[in-house]
């Protein structure tokens, strides 16, 4: 089976553009999460998709954060403009029936805005 | 409100020595702990889990941790470490398996 999945592994953007990140969750895992780590501090936590429904987006920073999830398999989150304080690692996780209370996390997407 | 700190943000320790990274975590809710590691370039995968029953949980690599109500402890303990335990270890709490608070993270060096 395969792990949650992210793309791209890196990127490096220049203050003012435009980075899409994309998560695809274990298949048939019907809730998706996004956290971030800025460097040097705890992982927190961004937002929760149940299928294709936001579930919980109280962790989203501010409104320069668009995630979505349409038809309910992968997600992307898209940081338009970024700034530096966005620089850290963006990790998905996905959680299923039979995982329980388990998440399983990506590899992350490692952000640098400079 | 839930927190999670974890003391230590180093942890240097030959390798065969023991080793314990310390996590507390402040909750007035009951809550489920979790133990993640993440290798260098790889991402966060699950050593154990505290959900309920005996307070002693075994996981993965020979790792094991002690849910202590009383102190709102959750320390990860092994024996006996490895080189390849280089890693960076995070404390986690949840309760209601949705939204996870983790620690800032130890970064464990094991020397040779």
């Known amino acids: 089976e395969a792990g949650v999945t992210q793309f791209p592994s890196h990127s490096v953007i220049e203050k003012g553009q435009t980075v899409t990140l994309r998560c695809d969750p274990i298949s048939g895992h019907d809730n998706l999460y996004w956290y971030r780590r800025v460097m040097g501090k705890e992982i927190k936590f961004l937002l929760h998709f149940v299928k294709e429904s936001k579930q919980d987006e109280s962790g989203m920073p501010n409104n320069r954060f668009l995630a979505e999830r349409t038809g309910g398999t992968y997600s992307t989150l898209k940081v338009q403009p970024a700034e530096l304080e966005d620089s850290g690692v963006y990790f998905c996780?996905?959680?299923?029936?039979?995982?329980?209370?388990?998440?399983?996390f990506g590899e992350g997407s490692w952000l640098t805005v400079v | 409100a839930q927190s999670v700190t974890q003391l230590d943000s180093q942890v240097p320790v030959f390798e065969e020595a023991p080793v314990e990274l310390r996590c507390n975590y402040s909750s007035s809710v009951s809550v489920y702990l979790f133990w993640y590691v993440q290798y260098p370039n790889q991402g966060l995968q699950l050593l154990l889990k505290y959900l309920s029953g005996s307070t002693l949980v075994k996981g993965i690599n020979g790792f094991e941790a002690e849910f202590n109500k009383s102190q709102t402890s959750f320390h990860l303990r092994k024996p006996s470490v490895h080189i390849s335990d280089t890693a960076e270890y995070f404390c986690?709490?949840?309760?209601?398996?949705?939204?996870?608070?983790f620690g800032t993270g130890t970064s464990l060096t094991v020397i040779p």
């Open positions: 996780a996905s959680r299923g029936r039979s995982s329980g209370n388990t998440i399983y």
């Open positions: 986690a709490v949840s309760f209601t398996g949705n939204q996870f608070y």
